[in-house]
C-alpha cells in the first residue's frame, strides 16, 4: 500500500494515517488487546536500505505489518513479515521449560529506505508512531555515534541482582537519545531472566522506549546460552555442548539454551558473511564494521566459529570500513581478583588473538566481568607502540582528577569528571612495556587492540584489585556504559559515562595502528586498480 505523504501537524498526520489503515490492519483500539504490539524494538539488516522490525503480541493471527514513510514528505509503504509462536516448549532445560508461557513473535523487513533518511513507522495494532534514521553507507569519511555495554539486566522483576539498571536505562534514553545516538551494542547477559520469561518481558517493555528508535545490536553471553542439555534442536546448531575442562561454563541461562535471545533479537545474517546470527555474524554501520562471536562456543582453530571468524575479518574492506571492531561477551583479558574468569581469557587469547593482530582488529569490546576497565592497545599481554597516526594507538585520561598511567604510550592528565561520583571507585592505570611515550613497545611489533570491558551497565559490581598488569589502562568500579564517537578514519572517541550523574570517568582516543593503516592502504590500492582495470571481455 502506498500514498503520498505531505508535511503536517501531528493530529492531522495520524488522521490520514488511521484513514489509510481502517481495514487494512486491526487495532488495539478496536477492542483487541491481543494482537496489541509490544516490545517493538529494531536492528540493522545486511543492506542499509533495509531495516529489521520485532515486536510480539499475545493474541495468535495477528498482522505482521508495518508501515512506514520518510519523515519530511514521501509515499508510506508497508512491510508485510511473518509470526511464530515461542513457548516453553522451545526451552531446553530446567526452569525454563517447566515455566508455561505462549507468545508470538513478529518480524518485519522494511526496504527501499534511503541510506541516512529519517522515517517514522507504525506497527499493526499499535497507534504508537516510532522514529528512525536509516543506516548510511559504508563511508571511509563517516562519523557517528553508538553505545556499548554488557550485563544490563531487567530493571524492574531483577532489580535486586542488576540495581544499576534503571539508571543506565534512563541515563540513555534522556542524555544519549537527545544527542543523537545510531547505534547500541549490548555485548550479552541480557536480560538475566534465567528461564523466567516474565523477565525477559519486562526486560523488553522497558528498553522499547529506546530499542524501538535506536538498532539494538546484541552478542551472545552465558545467561543466555549455556552448554546444552535438551532434546529440542539447539539454535546455534552446535553438535555437542561447550564445556571445556578449564572453563566455568554452567547452566547459567536457566534452560534457555539460546532460544529466547535467538527468537527476540532479529540480527543481521548476510548471505555472503554465513554466518550463524544471534551467535556470530557481523554488520557494517559508516565507516565502521563490527564482528560479533560467541564465547559460548568453541573459538578454538578448527572449529566452526573460528573458520567463520578468520574468514569475516579477512574479508572486511577496510578502505571502504577502515575500523575493526570485535564484539564478544568474555573478555580476553581481565583485572585481578577473578582467576577463573582469566583463564577463560587466557584461553580465548590463545585461540583468537593471533586473528585479532593479523587483521589489525582496533577494539575488543566485552563484558561478563561487572565493573568497566580499559586496556592500552596490547597482544600477548604487553603493550604495543602502534606507530600509527598521531603515535599511538590509544591515549587517554581516568577521572580520577590524577594522572592515570597511560600504559598506552603515553602519560595523560586526568581529567573528564569525578571518579568518585555515582558509587565510582577508580583504579589508576600502571606504566606497560609501551609506557613512556616512545617506541619499543612488547609483542615483537604486533599490531595491538584495545580491549575495553565494559560490564558494569546493570548487575551487582565486583571488586577490582589495586595491583594489576602492566596492560591495564584504567579500572573502575561504577555503572556506566560505553560512550564512542567515530570520526571519519581519524580516531574514535571513548568515554566511560557514569549512569547515575553522566560523570565522565575515562576517556580514550583511539586511532588505527601502523599495521591497521597499511591494511586500509593496501585495500585503497587494491580497489584503486580494481577501477582502473579494463574490462575483461568474454
Same mark, same amino acid.
Given at each position: 500500500m502506498e500514498w503520498s505523504r505531505r508535511p503536517a501537524g501531528r493530529a492531522a498526520a495520524g488522521a490520514l494515517l488511521l484513514l489509510a489503515l481502517a481495514g487494512s490492519l486491526r487495532a488495539a483500539a478496536d477492542g483487541d488487546e491481543d494482537c496489541a504490539p509490544r516490545q517493538v524494538h529494531i536492528a540493522l539488516s545486511d543492506d542499509p536500505s533495509?531495516?529489521? *522490525?520485532?515486536?510480539? /503480541?499475545?493474541?495468535?493471527?495477528?498482522?505482521?505489518?508495518v508501515e512506514f514513510w520518510p519523515e519530511r514528505w514521501g509515499r508510506a509503504s508497508r512491510a508485510?513479515?511473518?509470526?511464530? #509462536?515461542l513457548s516453553q516448549r522451545d526451552m531446553c532445560g530446567q526452569p525454563a521449560a517447566s515455566n508455561a508461557f505462549a507468545l508470538h513473535v513478529h518480524r518485519a523487513v522494511l526496504e527501499g529506505l534511503s541510506p541516512g533518511g529519517g522515517y517514522v513507522y507504525r506497527v499493526a495494532g499499535g497507534g504508537e508512531e516510532w522514529r528512525f534514521t536509516a543506516a548510511p553507507r559504508p563511508s571511509a569519511d563517516g562519523s557517528f555515534s553508538f553505545v556499548?555495554?554488557? @550485563? #544490563?539486566?531487567?530493571?524492574?522483576?531483577?532489580?535486586?541482582?542488576?540495581?544499576?539498571?534503571?539508571?543506565?536505562?534512563?541515563?540513555?534514553?534522556?542524555?544519549?537519545?537527545?544527542? !543523537?545516538?545510531?547505534?547500541?551494542?549490548? &555485548?550479552? +547477559?541480557?536480560?538475566?531472566?534465567?528461564?523466567?520469561?516474565?523477565?525477559? @518481558?519486562?526486560?523488553?517493555?522497558?528498553?522499547q522506549p529506546v530499542?524501538?528508535?535506536?538498532? $539494538?545490536m546484541v552478542a551472545v553471553g552465558n545467561h543466555e546460552y549455556s552448554p546444552y542439555d535438551g532434546d529440542t534442536p539447539d539454535p546455534s546448531g552446535a553438535p555437542a555442548p561447550y564445556d571445556p575442562s578449564w572453563g566455568?561454563?554452567?547452566?547459567?541461562?536457566?534452560?534457555? %539454551? !539460546?532460544?529466547?535471545?535467538?527468537?527476540?533479537?532479529?540480527?543481521?545474517?548476510?548471505?555472503?558473511?554465513?554466518?550463524?546470527?544471534?551467535? $556470530?555474524?557481523?554488520?557494517?554501520?559508516?565507516?565502521?564494521?563490527? *564482528? =560479533? &562471536?560467541? /564465547?559460548?562456543? @568453541?573459538?578454538?582453530?578448527?572449529?566452526?566459529?573460528? =573458520?567463520? #571468524?578468520?574468514?569475516?575479518?579477512?574479508? &572486511?574492506?577496510?578502505?571502504?570500513?577502515p575500523w575493526l571492531v570485535l564484539l564478544l561477551h568474555r573478555p580476553a583479558y581481565v583485572v585481578l581478583p577473578h582467576r577463573s574468569n582469566r583463564e577463560v581469557g587466557d584461553h580465548l587469547r590463545a585461540s583468537i588473538e593471533g586473528l585479532l593482530?593479523?587483521?589489525? &582488529?582496533? *577494539?575488543?569490546?566485552?563484558?561478563?566481568?561487572?565493573?568497566?576497565?580499559?586496556? %592500552?592497545? *596490547?597482544?600477548?599481554? +604487553?603493550?604495543? +607502540?602502534?606507530?600509527? @597516526?598521531? !603515535?599511538?594507538?590509544?591515549?587517554?585520561?581516568?577521572?580520577?582528577?590524577?594522572?592515570?598511567?597511560?600504559?598506552?604510550?603515553?602519560?595523560?592528565?586526568?581529567?573528564?569528571?569525578?571518579?568518585?561520583?555515582?558509587?565510582?571507585?577508580?583504579?589508576?592505570g600502571h606504566h606497560g612495556g609501551g609506557g613512556g611515550g616512545g617506541g619499543g613497545g612488547g609483542g615483537g611489533g604486533a599490531h595491538g587492540t584495545v580491549h575495553l570491558v565494559l560490564g558494569s551497565a546493570g548487575h551487582e559490581l565486583s571488586e577490582v584489585d589495586e595491583d594489576q598488569d602492566p596492560w591495564l589502562a584504567s579500572a573502575h568500579e561504577a555503572f556506566g556504559y560505553g560512550r564512542f564517537r567515530v570520526e571519519g578514519r581519524e580516531r574514535i572517541a571513548y568515554e566511560l559515562v557514569a549512569s547515575e550523574n553522566g560523570a565522565v570517568l575515562d576517556s580514550a582516543d583511539i586511532?588505527?595502528?601502523?599495521?591497521?593503516?597499511?591494511?586500509?592502504?593496501?585495500?585503497?590500492?587494491?580497489?584503486?586498480?580494481g577501477a582502473r582495470a579494463p574490462a575483461t571481455s568474454h
Open positions: 533495509k531495516l529489521h *522490525v520485532s515486536w510480539k /503480541t499475545t493474541g495468535a493471527n495477528c498482522p505482521s505489518e508485510v513479515g511473518y509470526s511464530f #509462536l556499548a555495554f554488557g @550485563d #544490563l539486566g531487567d530493571p524492574n522483576y531483577a532489580a535486586a541482582k542488576s540495581p544499576g539498571a534503571p539508571a543506565t536505562i534512563a541515563r540513555i534514553h534522556n542524555t544519549e537519545l537527545p544527542a !543523537g545516538l545510531d547505534l547500541i551494542l549490548h &555485548v550479552g +547477559d541480557i536480560s538475566y531472566a534465567n528461564g523466567y520469561p516474565d523477565i525477559w @518481558d519486562s526486560f523488553m517493555d522497558a528498553i530499542a524501538a528508535r535506536v538498532p $539494538w566455568n561454563y554452567g547452566s547459567d541461562s536457566g534452560g534457555e %539454551c !539460546g532460544a529466547m535471545v535467538a527468537r527476540r533479537f532479529f540480527m543481521p545474517d548476510a548471505p555472503r558473511s554465513r554466518g550463524n546470527a544471534p551467535f $556470530w555474524y557481523s554488520f557494517v554501520h559508516a565507516g565502521a564494521a563490527f *564482528v =560479533a &562471536v560467541s /564465547t559460548e562456543h @568453541d573459538l578454538a582453530p578448527g572449529s566452526p566459529q573460528y =573458520a567463520w #571468524l578468520s574468514n569475516e575479518l579477512a574479508s &572486511v574492506d577496510r578502505c571502504a570500513t593482530s593479523r587483521y589489525a &582488529v582496533d *577494539v575488543a569490546i566485552s563484558g561478563h566481568v561487572h565493573n568497566a576497565f580499559r586496556t %592500552c592497545p *596490547v597482544f600477548d599481554g +604487553d603493550c604495543v +607502540d602502534s606507530g600509527g @597516526d598521531g !603515535g599511538s594507538g590509544s591515549s587517554g585520561s581516568s577521572g580520577d582528577g590524577g594522572s592515570s598511567g597511560g600504559s598506552d604510550g603515553s602519560s595523560s592528565s586526568g581529567g573528564g569528571g569525578n571518579s568518585s561520583s555515582g558509587g565510582a571507585r577508580a583504579k589508576k586511532r588505527p595502528s601502523a599495521a591497521a593503516a597499511r591494511r586500509r592502504a593496501e585495500a585503497c590500492a587494491a580497489a584503486g586498480a
